[in-house]
């Protein structure tokens, strides 16, 4: 398995075995770098490498040489910090050009000069206080990609809900627009009038884009994400607003070998976002990769690297703009049980009978008290956009539905 190891002198990869003990993760970090066994603390607390000399003895959630790293809570792709005193001699990215080598006192222009101050720093707290998610949301998600196309293509949707006044997010559905999904890319079709449609009954909810989910496939690979994905997640958060926050879907080999889904939620820092929005992504041929080109946007022919912890680089590793948020889940106030649109599975009259007829016996308003329902229905020539919020607002305050529209709705299922 890999093991992201973060020093003061960045970020780094080491390969141990599925089984590895935290004495052989050592052995490979003192063969890989030359760190001394006797100058090595390891903990996964970030906190490590900030912490003062008369607090370091405290980080002892990594000790015990014959434990199983499993056991320790670190897993495949998992961060680790590694404190030393040792004095390294780390190699950078990319030779030095040039013009760097000229002797001091020599012509530099302004666009070298802009470049040279283009420092990438790691931002620490995200601004989402945490990401909750409707569990029956999340799961309807989570139970397609596992079921139905079983993680072979990437696949992803919108999040609605709402942010409270500490930050903190709440998802309470999961819109899924049609999009175009491979092994390696997924690409949503956005600003289309079902997604115009979507916008409307989540505001007629009181809800909001809040950002997005999406399904890595399970094509291998050597980062948690790609230069495509880091800038997906920068446009995102650029468009819905700094609190906006990505949802990933994985599935990683578990203790005896067999996948096991992991879901977690990431921001990516605000200088990732002005970076994306100022044009300094680079597309990148060829096979997806973990680091992200950077390039002046005035000037991409130039490739005076920028500073990355303090050494010029012309990649960036991607996890540098990744900032964990913490998850939780809610029962949300509608369900999501409603076939979910654009996927292989049927969302039609048939299925809004069964949803119904199930439902028999609650109030109007509670049977089409669906976020999927609701879409559905403002998608139909049956209904006007008045009209569908009429019905939006009878589900969001529990009131009763108009007779005609119970009648429409019976009808086009059959009920009658």
């Known amino acids: ?225 790609s230069n495509e994905e880091i800038c997906q997640m920068a446009a995102i958060q650029d468009e819905m607003g700094e609190h906006a926050v990505t949802a990933v879907v994985a599935t990683w080999p578990g203790e005896d070998e067999q996948p096991e889904v992991h879901f977690e939620v990431f921001q990516v820092s ?15 041929q060829g096979e997806p990769s973990g680091a992200s080109q950077l390039r002046n946007p005035k000037d991409p022919k130039d490739e005076t690297p920028v500073i990355v912890a303090g050494k010029d680089q012309g990649e960036v590793d991607t996890d540098y703009f990744l900032i964990p948020v913490a998850v939780r889940d809610h029962e949300g106030p509608l369900e999501n049980k409603f076939p979910v649109e654009n996927r292989l599975l049927p969302q039609g009259t048939a299925e809004l009978k069964s949803h119904l007829a199930a439902r028999r016996s609650k109030p109007y308003w509670a049977r089409l008290a669906d976020f999927h329902l609701l879409l559905y229905l403002a998608r139909q020539p049956n209904f006007e956009e008045a009209e569908v919020g009429v019905l939006v607002d009878a589900v969001r305050e529990q009131a009763t539905v108009p007779e005609g529209f119970q009648l429409i709705i019976d009808s086009m299922a059959g009920l009658h």
Not at 118 to 130: L, M, N
Request: net charge negative; hydrophobic share 40%; charged share 25%.
């Open 1 to 225: 398995m890999i093991i992201r190891l973060r020093s003061r002198d960045g970020l780094e990869r080491i390969e141990v075995g599925n089984g590895a003990t935290l004495a052989q993760l050592k052995h490979a970090i003192q063969a890989k770098l030359g760190v001394p066994l006797e100058d090595m603390l390891l903990s996964k607390n970030a906190a490590l490498l900030t912490a003062k000399e008369e607090q370091v003895p405290s980080f002892t959630d990594m000790q015990g040489d014959g434990a199983p790293l499993q056991q320790l809570g670190v897993a495949h792709g998992d961060m680790v910090f590694l404190l030393y005193h040792f004095e390294r001699e780390v190699q950078p990215a990319v030779k030095k050009s040039d013009w760097e080598k000229r002797p001091f006192g020599a012509h530099m222009d302004v666009a070298k000069m802009v470049s040279l101050q283009t420092r990438i720093e790691r931002q620490e707290a995200p601004h989402a206080g945490s990401a909750s998610f409707d569990f029956a949301a999340a799961n309807l998600f989570q139970s397609y990609v596992s079921s139905a196309i079983a993680f072979s293509i990437k696949r992803g949707g919108i999040l609605y809900g709402t942010v409270d006044e500490e930050g903190h997010v709440f998802v309470n559905a999961i819109y899924e627009p049609p999009q175009q999904g491979s092994a390696d890319s997924l690409q949503l079709e956005r600003g289309t009038e079902e997604e115009r449609q979507a916008d409307f009954v989540a505001e007629r909810l009181g809800w909001k884009k809040v950002g997005w989910i999406f399904a890595q496939s399970t094509k291998e690979r050597e980062f948690i994400m």
């Open 270 to 284: 605000d200088q990732c976002v002005k970076l994306w929005r100022d044009g300094w992504f680079q597309e990148q």
